[in-house]
């Protein structure tokens, strides 16, 4: 099976590379495609901060001028680094279901990485520490969350074809828009607020919010510094990051607890426009950015994937004024469901704390993969 390595720097590459999916799910009436522009600023060496630090390579399989798969490669020297690991990530994967092509793209993939000195593949991962979101392997009958993969059922026969194994697994919850939480759970928030000085911090524009990141990156990075997958982003990085969260964000819908002055935990929720982009097509211009705007009028979803407390202060109440926060945000802001997104499944506490709060029904997962090279 004939595997090529593009040319990141030809623009016929960089849209065989990127349009591939486009065509693999056409069909496929569940698949939200991702924004053009951001894929194709993924592969930008001159552009992109990750390659400011780090490398990446991107492979296509092709046969008779059709491609069948593709499948980026990156040594991320960051987190090798913060990690002291040798490990190397891969992304963007997508193949017919044909496991010769799988094997084909991996075998170039290992082959760039036994290159560069590494010695286990992880993944799937991408270029920024917030992107990924693992294969899809439970819930295929579900519309995906805004900007967590959709894939095929068969991607996971195709993964362990290749030598992969699991690595772990996270699991999506969710609850119905009219969900209500037991009266204790208020009790105990204003005890908590009383007795220990805890306060909710509200936003009313993006400004105000804007302001308040450097913050709530520290206080992001202090809730989830011990997971095996943090890494901290450089600075570039991170603006990226905030950018893209802004683009998105609604102020009314993130609330932070404060003490004092400091933030000891946050709620983040935001509306699913994953129909509006379907409409979209994957492209802004010249209709996309109206099907996107349309849809933040009309969301049915609000998606929860920021929601963390620093570890010294779990078991003071800090988290039952995070869920009354979200119970208040609902109310204000209707909708029919809401979607917990991806919690790590050795992570026992949270969804311990998720089962208390009631109503919760766990019914996607994704997988990240492991291998030895």
């Known amino acids: 099976m004939p595997v090529r390595k593009i040319d990141a720097a030809c623009q016929k590459d960089v849209r065989q590379f990127v349009e591939f999916p486009f065509d693999l799910y056409k069909d496929c009436s569940l698949w939200v495609p991702p ?8 592969l930008n060496r001159e552009k992109h901060p990750f390659y400011r630090h780090s490398a990446a390579d991107f492979f296509v399989a092709e046969h008779n001028g059709q491609t069948l798969g593709r499948v980026a490669v990156l040594n991320n020297r960051n987190y090798n680094a913060f990690r002291r690991a040798n490990t190397a990530f ?42 990924g979101g693992g294969i899809l392997v ?12 959709y894939n095929f059922p068969y991607y996971d026969h195709l993964l362990s074809a290749c030598g992969f194994e699991k690595d772990t697994d996270y699991v999506s919850g969710l609850l119905p828009g009219d969900y209500a939480l037991d009266e204790r759970f208020f009790k105990l928030a204003e005890r ?10 509200k936003f009313r524009n993006k400004a105000e919010l804007r302001a308040w990141v450097p913050r709530a990156i520290e206080a992001h990075r202090r809730a ?21 969260l802004l683009s998105v964000a609604e102020p009314e819908l993130i609330k932070l607890v404060l003490k004092d002055d400091d933030i000891v935990g946050f709620v983040a929720a935001y509306r699913d426009l994953s129909p509006g982009l379907q409409k ?50 609902v109310q204000t802001h209707p909708v029919e469901q809401m979607e917990i997104i991806q919690i790590e499944e050795g992570n026992a506490k949270s969804l311990a704390e998720m089962k208390a709060i009631g109503g919760m029904t766990w019914y996607k997962r994704h997988r990240s993969y492991q291998r030895a090279l």
């Not at 522009?37 to 993924?42: G, L, M, N, R």
């Open 138 to 149: 439970e819930g295929f009958e579900y519309l995906p969350a805004m900007g967590i993969a």
């Open 224 to 244: 989830f510094e011990n997971t095996h997958t943090y890494f901290p982003p450089t600075r570039e990085e991170t603006a990226l990051i905030v950018d893209t």
């Open 280 to 329: 979209a097509g994957g492209r802004l211009w010249p209709f996309g950015w109206f099907y996107i705007w349309q849809e933040r009028s009309r969301a049915k979803r609000l998606n929860i994937n920021g929601l963390g407390l620093l570890p010294e202060y779990r078991g003071l109440g800090v988290n039952t004024i995070l869920y009354t926060e979200l119970q208040k945000t």
């Open 35 to 42: 924004l053009v522009s951001s894929v194709k600023h993924a």
């Open 90 to 131: 891969f992304g963007y994967f997508d193949a017919v279901e044909d496991t010769a092509v799988a094997q084909a793209l991996f075998d170039a993939a290992f082959d760039w990485a036994k290159e560069q000195g590494l010695q286990t593949m992880v993944g799937p991962r991408g270029v920024l520490a917030s992107e």
């Open 192 to 201: 908590a607020k009383t007795r220990r000085g805890f306060r909710v911090k």
